[in-house]
């Protein structure tokens, strides 16, 4: 009866010991490995929406830095008659805002709305290369998961496929699990990359709204200072 009991554990101890080896062995990667190709694109997808997220962010930060003594300086030299110097001083500080009211000081002389629309053209501009790659950013957002899905249906192809192949009449799991694990993996990696772009795109969204906002109040700002009294 004891030798019985101790087979039975050793038994067990041996069965616990494969169970954490074939755990220890099922990590992301071997998981990825079983997505095929798909998860290569995937991947791919993945690092240049991270990239972009990155590059976005430090070029969005750096146009909202500003001199807070900025805008009274430029106001200090045009009603010192200092144009030059402001155009200058515009020059000399890299931002969008900066590039706006030069362009607006070089129109001064000229009706309000032509130095309006200068700058509001200026402005389009700017904004335009801030949301540069975000439109990149929203396809992968959409087309990650999509990407998924497709990989979801070919690896249930496989699996059928595998199973036709079959003329014994008795489906073994071998004949599953390959087409299986490629549409599972496949629909969580695909949204993974999914997830990730479409919380980091509105993320930079939020903050090209905030550069625009900035522009907007710096440009009425602008205005406001060439129509008042001297």
């Keep these: 009866m004891n030798n019985l009991a101790l087979i039975l554990l050793q038994s ?32 791919i997808m993945l690092i240049f929406a991270i990239y972009l997220f990155i590059e976005r962010t430090v070029t969005l930060k750096q146009a909202l830095e500003e001199d807070k003594s900025f805008m009274n300086r430029i106001k200090d030299y045009i009603y010192d008659g200092k144009i030059e110097a402001a155009q200058k001083l515009c020059r000399d500080t890299n931002n969008p805002i900066a590039r706006m009211i030069e362009k607006g000081i070089s129109r001064l002389g000229r009706p309000m709305n032509d130095v309006l ?3 509001e053209n200026v402005g389009n501009l700017e904004i335009a290369n801030l949301e540069k790659g975000l439109v990149i950013m929203a396809s992968i957002s959409g087309g990650a998961p999509m990407l998924g899905f497709l990989g979801t249906v ?21 004949d599953l699990s390959q087409g299986m694990y490629q549409a599972m993996v496949t629909t969580i990696g695909g949204l993974i990359v999914g997830i990730i772009a479409y919380f980091g795109y509105n993320y930079l969204i939020s903050r090209v709204d905030s550069v625009v906002r900035r522009l907007e109040a710096r440009t009425m700002e602008f205005l406001d200072l060439l129509n008042e009294p001297v």
């Design 12 to 43: 067990n101890v041996i069965d616990e010991t494969s169970l954490n080896a074939t755990a220890e062995k099922m990590n992301l990667w071997t998981m990825a490995t079983y997505g095929g190709p798909i998860m290569i694109i995937l991947a």
């Design 117 to 119: 629309v200068a700058i």
């Design 154 to 174: 070919t690896g249930m192809v496989t699996t059928f496929y595998n199973m036709s192949l079959n003329n014994t009449g008795t489906i073994q799991l071998g």
